[in-house]
């Protein structure tokens, strides 16, 4: 992991935050650590707390209670000036007034560097979000992917010690947030600045993270790698809401093993005490169409791309997610069977 | 080489019925203003336009007239127009960023002058502060509480609005500090709206009859409360005449100020 010299550290210590005009508080008694230079998703459900935490984090909302540190400092006692953070907000907030260079460098200009210095920094910083030659362009004639580089360009330009993305996909057509992800990630990795970054897409999270935080209702699910979240997710909301996956009650037929419906042996992901109860999480890759295994319906089916993702109720009530490359009607009766090369994630007992 | 072929568009009866409302109530609003400068430069107005031959004596006439107190009414916009400036900018401010215990109900305040009449408000003010009439503070503040609604009015929900208050957001992430922030980012933003509300003050007050007229006094006559003199003392094409002065005023006031602001009156 590449680092800046300015990458910093930053911990939300038990915050808790209302909103004036709120009943429920916003942000309930979160924890999260943020090491330098890493790049930090927040990622959740609509109304979960992720962009009031960056506003926090800012110095755009304060908490009623709990401490925030930017390397050691009490960040609560500085003015959002004064906090030295790139924030982009979704709509990315150009000033539409000026030029893109000018936006580049209004950081730059209110921080009151000399110009010859300020025009390098914003010469070096449109060459880094490869918008050099829009330099004079009105941010009107932009599209939006050219946008986000602008608004990125803008917050990196003054070197903070954390850059906040909030949504920085969310503008863009679905073609081309895939695209403008990775390029993002590769911006953010040359950067090496420390990044939190917020979004409700879970593939985005897992895509661009090294730590993700999973919200719901003002408090934190889980934090981790992303890997350890999709094999490991602590309940059944992070498995649900981060692989779509399906949570239901199995019982335990030995250590490494669960009974779905009585009748399909799987294995999971960790030991548990034969005969108990488990949740496990259900995925598409967990179960195939087969000639042998266990009979049902399919109840629902969705074309994605040259494959049917369906959904497969047995007798005894179970719904298993399956895929097919070819089209099957609703209500046809098929068998599926376990793919013994994978694992179910046990997500509470 | 082929013949282009044309695609008969069908008719779109309700766009050429609003279309016709649209020339009627345009021709409506501006055949009386074709007939004030028909009147006022009319010879003798009773035997018909221009029958007894085109005059300009009546609008140099009335411009005599009224002269002295369109320049009071220019100087009461322009005062009426700082105070609002001072008093409705951080009102608005207050009202668009801060949640607190009444605000709703001081919005609701705000607002209340414009139910008001205009007489009743005039004559709430002259029993209240009987003093202040004299010295003319009396009639600035009745004209100050008649347009302060509109500014705040049309302000409150500009600065409220998402966008101005992420480019706000932004520029103090960058280092701004907030004179700065309004400076240079706030005051861009928001200059339509600004020049808008601008637009109405000083319209506003340089046409506003109903209160001065309650509270003006011999020294500090505004410009509608001498037109109202003119038309039950003098002849019509004196009134005429003084009607078309007064437009000369009012409407390339708010035709400058709107092009000064490079945008249009209510494109906020």
């Known amino acids: ?349 | 080489m082929s013949k282009k072929s044309t695609v008969k568009q069908p008719k779109d009866q309700i766009r050429g019925i609003g279309r016709l409302f649209a020339w009627v109530s345009a021709t409506m609003c501006l055949l009386p203003l074709v007939l004030v400068f028909a009147v006022s430069t009319s010879e003798v107005w009773q035997r018909g336009p221009w029958a007894g031959g085109f005059t300009l004596k009546y609008l140099a006439q009335g411009w005599q007239t009224i002269s002295p107190y369109a320049w009071f009414s220019i100087k009461l916009a322009l005062l009426v127009l700082l105070l609002n400036f001072i008093i409705g900018i951080p009102t608005s401010w207050v009202l668009a960023r801060h949640r607190f215990p009444g605000r709703d109900l001081l919005f609701s305040l705000t607002n209340v002058p414009i139910a008001v009449p205009g007489i009743a408000m005039g004559l709430a003010l002259i029993i209240t502060y009987p003093l202040l009439r004299r010295n003319g503070s009396l009639l600035v503040a009745g004209h100050l509480l008649y347009t302060l609604p509109y500014f705040i009015g049309s302000l409150t929900p500009q600065l409220n609005q998402r966008s101005v208050r992420d480019v706000e957001w932004v520029a103090a992430t960058l280092g701004a500090n907030f004179p700065k922030r309004v400076m240079y980012v706030i005051f861009p933003k928001i200059r339509t709206s600004l020049l808008a509300a601008t637009i109405m003050v000083v319209t506003l007050s340089m046409g506003e009859f109903n209160v001065s007229f309650f509270l003006f006094n011999p020294q500090n006559k505004p410009l509608p409360v001498e037109l109202y003199s003119a038309y039950i003392t003098g002849r019509i094409e004196v009134a005429a005449a003084i009607t078309l002065c007064f437009l000369c005023f009012v409407v390339p006031a708010a035709i400058l100020l709107e092009r000064l602001g490079g945008a249009k009156v209510g494109n906020v």
């Open chain 1, 1 to 349: 992991m590449k680092t800046s010299k300015n990458a910093a550290s930053l911990q939300f210590n038990r915050i808790q935050f209302t909103y004036s005009d709120g009943k429920q508080a916003a942000i309930k008694d979160v924890f999260i650590d943020v090491e330098p230079g890493e790049i930090v998703v927040f990622v959740g459900p609509s109304g979960c707390g992720k962009s009031t935490l960056l506003r926090i984090a800012a110095g755009l909302l304060i908490p009623q209670q709990g401490s925030l540190v930017i390397d050691g400092e009490d960040a609560l006692a500085l003015a959002p000036e004064k906090r030295r953070i790139g924030w982009v907000p979704q709509s990315y907030a150009l000033f539409e007034h000026l030029n893109i260079a000018e936006n580049v460098g209004f950081g730059l200009k209110m921080q009151k560097v000399p110009k010859a210095q300020r025009e390098k920094q914003v010469q070096d910083m449109l060459k880094l979000c490869r918008i050099e030659e829009y330099a004079k362009r009105s941010v009107r004639a932009l599209s939006g992917g050219q946008r986000q580089r602008v608004a990125i360009a803008r917050a990196l330009a003054v070197n903070p010690r954390i850059l906040m993305l909030d949504e920085p996909l969310a503008a863009l057509d679905p073609q081309l947030r895939i695209a403008i992800r990775a390029d993002l990630e590769e911006l953010l990795r040359a950067s090496g600045v420390t990044t939190l970054f917020v979004t409700h897409d879970q593939s985005e999270a897992l895509a661009v993270a090294d730590k993700v935080v999973v919200l719901r209702d003002g408090h934190v699910e889980q934090i981790g790698k992303p890997d350890d979240l999709w094999r490991y997710p602590a309940n059944s909301f992070v498995a649900e809401f981060l692989s779509n996956a399906i949570t239901t009650k199995a019982q335990a037929d030995s250590s490494r093993t669960v009974l779905l419906g009585g009748e399909l042996c799987c294995n999971v992901n960790r030991e548990i005490k034969p005969g108990e109860k488990v949740v496990v999480a259900l995925r598409k890759e967990n179960f195939y169409i087969s000639e042998q295994g266990i009979q049902g319906r399919i109840i629902f089916s969705e074309y994605n791309g040259g494959v049917y993702q369906l959904k497969v109720e047995t007798k005894s009530g179970n719904v298993l997610p399956v895929s097919s490359t070819t089209e099957l009607p609703i209500g046809a009766s098929i068998l599926v069977d376990f793919n013994s090369a994978s694992e179910l994630s046990v997500v509470g007992v």
